[in-house]
């Protein structure tokens, strides 16, 4: 009782049919596959947000006694696809190795490619000048902000942003003379 010749052709042509349905399929998951990945490295991809240093001022500056009022305007870009959450941040002052001031920067969220403003104002107290200063000291402003993104709410990128920079103030008027990041 053997398979007719027709009977075995049947077989082996739809055995031949499922194997090619098998490799179509295959082949069109591994271009989808492919397709998405590609789509995530190219437009997806999380980019560090941008912090920029737009202005530091010196509002109230005293020479007699060396104090004074210490403002920066900072500009925080999220150029991603994603919210950008920043939750962890301080701006440090500085003259040499003396910290003169510190404050934190408040949690907040950034949406997909925008901006947003932030202004940091503090008091200092007192900074020692000494006479081998001359007309001009320089200052050190440490701004650090931590953050995360995510893309799609399903991938988290962890971000770490900074910027240092020098200021030269005239000891006269407390003038900004210069900036460099």
Do not use: W
Request: one cysteine or more; aromatic letters at 10%.
């Amino acid at each position: 009782m053997g398979k007719s010749d027709e009977e075995e052709e049947h077989c082996h042509s739809h055995r031949h049919t499922n194997l090619s349905s098998f490799f179509a399929a295959f082949i069109f998951l591994l271009l989808l596959a492919a397709a998405v990945t590609l789509l995530y490295l190219l437009v997806l991809k999380p980019r560090n947000p941008i912090l920029t240093v737009d202005a530091v001022n010196l509002p109230s500056f005293s020479a007699a006694n060396s104090t004074f009022t210490f403002t920066e305007y900072v500009a925080l870009r999220n150029p991603n696809h994603g919210v950008f959450s920043h939750y962890d941040g301080s701006l440090r002052l500085l003259s040499g190795e003396n910290q003169l001031g510190f404050v934190f920067v408040p949690a907040g969220e950034i949406a997909a490619e925008r901006t947003k403003f932030l202004a940091a104002t503090f008091a200092v107290k007192s900074l020692y000048l000494s006479e081998s200063a001359g007309r001009v000291f320089e200052l050190e402003t440490r701004l650090e902000i931590s953050g995360h993104l995510r893309i799609l709410n399903y991938f988290v990128h962890h971000v770490d942003v900074r910027a240092h920079c020098r200021v030269a103030v005239s000891a006269a008027d407390g003038s900004v003379l210069g900036i460099h990041c």
